[in-house]
């Protein structure tokens, strides 16, 4: 990823040799065991850039009937995927080949979807908002012109890169968005909550190797004690998913 440039939209003379950004920038530390982010010079990252980019990524109206989001695919409460569905849905339902990777650390990888057909999260914003089964919208100046259309934007990017929405700047704001998604640092992210959760629960949790055959056990009493820990076990997988905990 040397370039600073997304290739795609700059052989399309979509983008300007240099891109304008305003507001704070934002010089985000990795987690430990993680090195430094790589940021395009051209599309430096600022606070106001992941705030309008979450915002797109939130929006339905960036779908061709209102109704799909990029969130609707990659789920901020399944860890930015969808793990409940083999395939991802589109729109109207539209079943889809693949299942939604997911985007934490998206920052970090050199090729993106799971071909890797695309080298920059620059480009690669446009891809599934252009898929007839994903998103459907008809082309890059139509989505540039919706955007201009909701007042509520024409503040926000004023505020990003001192001027309107432009496709280079929508593509900018979704891809400072993502790239500011940095995960490290496990277990449980620091969540001390959830590692005590966990320590709660793992000692109630009998296996083969571990609980010896007794002549005053039965197996069916083993095997009880086996399910009863189990559903806890479960129950606490639940929990920890609801707060985007892991439990691996």
């Known amino acids: 990823m040397k370039n600073t440039l997304p290739i795609g939209l700059a052989a399309a003379g979509l983008l300007l040799p240099l891109a ?5 920038p934002v010089n985000p530390t990795p987690p430990l065991g993680l090195p430094a982010l790589f940021i395009p010079e051209a599309n430096p990252l600022t606070q106001e850039k992941i705030d309008l980019g979450r915002k797109l990524f939130m929006d339905r109206r960036l779908s061709h009937n209102n109704v799909m989001s990029c969130a ?22 539209r079943s889809l080949r693949r299942n939604s990777p997911a985007i934490y650390n ?30 459907n ?19 926000r990017f004023e505020a990003a890169f001192g001027g309107e929405a432009t496709a280079e700047r929508i593509g900018f704001a979704l891809a400072s968005y993502q790239r ?31 609980t010896p055959s007794s ?6 009493t083993r095997d009880t004690a086996g399910n009863a820990a189990w559903r806890r076990k479960r129950s606490f997988i639940k929990y920890s998913l609801r707060r985007g905990c892991s439990w691996t």
Request: proline share 6%; hydrophobic share 35%.
């Open 20 to 24: 304008i950004s305003a507001g704070t």
């Open 215 to 220: 002549p005053t056990t039965s197996s069916t």
């Open 72 to 93: 609707m695919c990659h789920v901020p409460e399944q860890g930015f995927t969808s793990h409940e569905l083999g395939a991802a849905i589109g729109l109207q339902g």
């Open 106 to 135: 998206v920052g970090y990888q050199r090729s993106l979807f799971h071909e890797g057909r695309e080298l920059h999260l620059e480009d690669q914003v446009w891809a599934p908002l252009l898929a007839k089964n994903e998103m």
């Open 180 to 210: 500011a998604m940095v995960s490290g640092n496990s277990r449980f992210d620091g969540d001390s909550t959830c590692s005590a959760a966990r320590e709660a629960a793992s000692p109630a949790i009998p296996s083969a190797r571990s």
């Open 137 to 155: 919208m008809p082309s890059i100046g139509y989505v540039v012109e919706k955007v201009k259309m909701m007042p509520e934007y024409k503040g």
